[in-house]
């Protein structure tokens, strides 16, 4: 079988990676892939947002699987656009249409979808832009602190957590009356806090049936010990110790079955997978936000721990054939240390040369924002998150450790990554 994936971060490399190792494969392609991704399969240089040309490329290429990555491609209705053209009606596709990636491209949608299948998560009021002064006189009766996210995709950057009432104001007027994330911020939810421990749990959904994957831990925050303003992720790890077998159990049937049910009930064509962004409120799981893809850097310690091939799995969830079921997890740790360039995750440099010679072996060395620079063919950096280093371990400990050891045969200019991953997990 022929697959492609499209992306070019971490998480299309460990993707690339896992579906690599079946038997069941014939050629793999990346588009646009990367440096890392370059090993394991064919990078097809594109652009994942002109829809023709991945028609085109998955036609030329007899790709019978696709994988789609990111969210931005998802909630555009690639998928849509794929299913209603001659050319590839017939590809299996992995990631749900527009409707459903819906889920994660509009958080009023996913609220909604929440509250209508009575699925835990906190309570909220979405406003628009000509509900400015409600939206004040709603943060009046609020106390601190205020959760103020703009309904659509804003990179990560969306969710705003202020301390102080002017603050939140301050905040709104921002995102309603100045647009400071354009169309994404034309509507705002503001959310009751939730104060727990986050995590992150995946399933592959046709629909109808789901199969649970390795749940992770991602860091957020650039600084150690969780401080200083949110990344895309700085780490993360699997399994979670605290998502034990009753908190699972409760996952499973407060939320992961009632959003299958709700998808169904909804008549939401849903085909791929589901990241679960949940909070542990005092041993209670609740939503914190839904998303249509994999996590990054999640997926960089999910894919190592899937000890099975993923691809009979993946055409299950594309073509409408799935189980319900637990996918054969390794029962090892596995952790990932993001390195990052200087000044991520504001305005950093890139093209810096990357050396990795100390590494006695790149297996698991995930990478993200490097490139092969054209004049000196050398690898340099050209991203905020650089590589995932990623490595297991008997326990939290012992995974980061490795990962840490391996990250320091890894140098660049101002590569930097928050070295007390874990440490609130021991
Ligand atoms: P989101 O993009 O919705 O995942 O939000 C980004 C981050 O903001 C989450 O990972 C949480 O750390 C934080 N956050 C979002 N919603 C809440 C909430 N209701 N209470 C506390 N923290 C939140
Ligand atoms: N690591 C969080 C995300 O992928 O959205």
Redesign the pocket.
Known sequence: MNVLILGSGGRENALAWKIAQSPLLNELFISPGNPGTVKIGKNIPLNIMDFKQVEATIFEHQIELLVIGPEAPLVGGLTDFLKNSKKTCNLMIVGPGAMGAQLEGS?DFAKAFMMRHHIPT?AYKTFNIDQFTEAVDYINTLHPPY?I?ADGLAA?K??I?CSEVQEAKNTLDDMLLKGRYGKASGKVII?????GI?LSVFVMTDGKHYCLLPEAKDY?RIGEYDTGP?TGGMGAISPVPFADESFMKKVISQIIEPTINGLLADNIDYKGFIFF?L?NVNNNPMV??YNARMGDPETEVVMPRIAEDILPFLIETASGTLKNGVIKTDPRYAATVMMVSKGYPGDYETGKLITMKKLDSTEMVFHAGTTIHPASEQLVTAGGRVMAVTAYGKNVKNAFCEAYRKANCITFEGAYYRSDLGKDLI
Request: no cysteine; proline share 0%; net charge negative.
């Open positions: 958080k906190a959760v996210k990560g969306g969710v957590i959310e009751q806090f939730l104060d986050e957020k949110n962004g909070i914190i936000e």
